[in-house]
Nanobody, 121 residues
Framework: VQLQASGGGLVQDGGSLRLSCAFSGVNLGTYATAWFRQAPGKEREFVGIISYKGSTISYADSVKGRFTITRNNAKGTVSLEMNSLKIEDTATYYC???????????????WGRGTQVTVSS
């Protein structure tokens, strides 16, 4: 099983980025997919989660209304569209897969390598 996150980069305050998580070796359609982030010196933080059918999505309050998670099971991808980015959104972003509905990192079954997002003023 492999998850690969991509799409990170440097963006100005108020800008947008789209992250993508590609799955291989697992039937994406049986896993909910979550995004987490970790800023330097801080604990890993839940960002959002989408159910395996894409019918249910939940976001952390800090990103609600700015971030959108979508998925395409046929293509084996899950995306995180980030708009109105703030400096405090700067972090390494990770995608993860779980067969539970959870906001906790210890409930995740598989993790992708992170992708860095840096928001500058």
């Amino acid at each position: 099983v492999q998850l690969q996150a991509s799409g990170g980069g440097l963006v100005q305050d108020g800008g947008s980025l789209r992250l993508s998580c590609a799955f291989s070796g697992v039937n994406l359609g049986t896993y909910a997919t979550a995004w987490f982030r970790q800023a330097p010196g801080k604990e890993r933080e839940f960002v959002g989660i989408i159910s395996y059918k894409g019918s249910t999505i939940s976001y952390a309050d800090s990103v609600k209304g700015r971030f959108t998670i979508t998925r395409n099971n046929a293509k084996g991808t899950v995306s995180l569209e980030m708009n109105s980015l703030k400096i405090e959104d700067t972090a390494t972003y990770y995608c993860a897969a779980t067969q539970l509905w959870s906001v906790y990192d210890y409930d995740m079954d598989y993790w992708g390598r992170g992708t860095q997002v840096t928001v500058s003023s």
